[in-house]
Nanobody, 120 residues
C-alpha cells in the first residue's frame, strides 16, 4: 500500500522558517518524482515545488528563492525547507508522488497534508 505521510507543519511567525518532511512507503522511491502542493482556505490547490528522481528541482516562480526541495533516497523522504515565511504561505501542504511528471500536473499519489500557519 502506497503511503505518503507529511510532518513538520505548525504555527510560525512571519519571517520564520520551517522544514516539512514527507515519508514515502509502499513504492520504489527512486522511480518517482516527488512534489509539494499547497491549498489555502477557499483556494485551489497550488503547485509549490517538485524534485525529479535524479534530484533536479522545479519551483513555482513566486516561491523560488525562499523554498528549497530536497530528497533523501536512503530515508525515502522528501523535504521542503521554507524560509522567510509570510502569512500568504498559510495553507495545507500536500506531498505528491508521480512516476512520470514533476510539475503542476503531477500526482499519482497524495499524502493527507500538514497545516502550516504563518502569523502576522
Amino acid at each position: 500500500q502506497v503511503q505518503l505521510v507529511e510532518s513538520g507543519g505548525g504555527l510560525v511567525q512571519s519571517g520564520g522558517s520551517l522544514r516539512l518532511s514527507c515519508a514515502a512507503s509502499g513504492l520504489t522511491f527512486s522511480r518517482y518524482g516527488m512534489g509539494w502542493f499547497r491549498q489555502a482556505p477557499g483556494k485551489e490547490r497550488e503547485f509549490a515545488a517538485a524534485i525529479s528522481r535524479n534530484s533536479v528541482g522545479t519551483y513555482a516562480a513566486s516561491l523560488k528563492g525562499r523554498f528549497t526541495i530536497s530528497r533523501d533516497h536512503a530515508k525515502n523522504t522528501v523535504y521542503l525547507q521554507m524560509s522567510n515565511l509570510k502569512p500568504e504561505d498559510t495553507a495545507v501542504y500536500y506531498c505528491a508522488a508521480d512516476m512520470r511528471q514533476v510539475g503542476p500536473d503531477m500526482g499519482d499519489y497524495w499524502g493527507q497534508g500538514t497545516q502550516v500557519t504563518v502569523s502576522s
